[in-house]
């Protein structure tokens, strides 16, 4: 097998006449040169250079081919090149996978903006699917299963419990965390169809509930809806509830006690097929 460098020492060689000169072209130690040299003639078992204290000359064979040569690795490199510069460019499909419409809609102009070769189709869910075959780049909440993808966290994201004063009217005011097991929730379907862990800490005291929810909606600007709306108690992520917090179409739960953060991960393809992915974390 012929190296490639070994011919570009070659071709460098040849033009400059000078193990030294084509050293310093190409940013080698002439002893770099010179061993590649040697392994291209073992390759092809002739001698491609008659060389004296003075001159280096191109043996018959080293002129065969050096004519074969001629413009292939000038070609080559070109093409490298080209590659490059297309990478360097972000462009083409990029297909995306988030739990939460509203983590994008804001970032996403200025994205576009930003690449405008590059095509996005999003898809709002947190189910569990092939990333590797589905999709280029995924964001999820909390930690990824071992699956072979590259995960980055992005933030850590705070979470509370928030509730409705029409709900409240009508059910009653709840005294402790424990009386969450007598009222209607609304959460993201379990895995495997169990119930999801509510998880509070307070002082070092930790106490985890399992409710099942009274409605199950796989988009987090849904349940935020149906909460507002009166359907029952959930918990939302604070990015979400904010605004209906300030303005009263929402009031939070035992806020004294504290619901640990998710952490969003960031998921990226082994073999992406754009250049565009990181710009979108």
């Known amino acids: 097998m012929i190296d490639l460098n070994d011919l570009r020492a070659f071709d460098k060689v040849a033009a ?3 193990f030294a000169s084509a050293a310093r072209a190409l940013g080698l130690p002439r002893s770099s040169v010179s061993r590649s040299i040697a392994r291209l003639e073992g390759a092809i078992d002739a001698r491609l250079f008659q060389r004296t204290t003075r001159e280096v000359a191109l043996t018959p064979t080293g002129e065969a081919l050096l004519l074969r040569c001629a413009g292939l690795i000038g070609a080559l490199e070109e093409a490298v090149a080209q ?6 460019v972000p462009h083409g499909p990029l297909r995306v996978s988030a739990f939460a419409a509203n983590l994008l809609v804001q970032e996403l102009p200025a994205f576009l903006q930003c690449y405008p070769d590059v095509t996005v189709s999003l898809d709002v869910s947190n189910e569990p699917r092939d990333l590797m075959a589905d999709v280029d780049v995924a964001i999820r909440l909390g930690p990824m299963p071992d699956s072979g993808v590259v995960a980055t966290r992005i ?3 705070a979470r509370h419990l928030c509730v409705s004063p029409s709900y409240l ?16 929730t609304v959460d993201m379907p379990g895995a495997f169809g169990r119930p999801r862990c509510w998880t509070f800490t307070k002082d070092g005291e930790t106490k985890k509930l399992e409710i099942p929810a009274r409605v199950s909606v796989n988009e987090e600007s849904a349940i935020k809806k149906l909460v507002v709306n009166g359907a029952g108690i959930g918990v939302l992520s604070a990015h979400c509830c904010r605004p209906a917090l300030a303005s009263g179409q929402l009031v939070p739960l035992y806020p004294e006690w504290s619901i640990p953060p998710s952490r969003r991960e960031h998921c990226l393809r082994q073999q992406a097929r754009t250049c565009a992915r990181s710009s979108t974390s």
Not at 83 to 88: A, D, F, I, Q
């Open 16 to 18: 400059t006449k000078s």
């Open 83 to 88: 590659v490059r510069t297309s990478k360097s």
């Open 155 to 157: 933030r850590t994201v």
């Open 169 to 184: 009217e009508r059910r009653g005011t709840l005294e402790s965390l424990d009386e969450l097991v007598e009222h209607d």
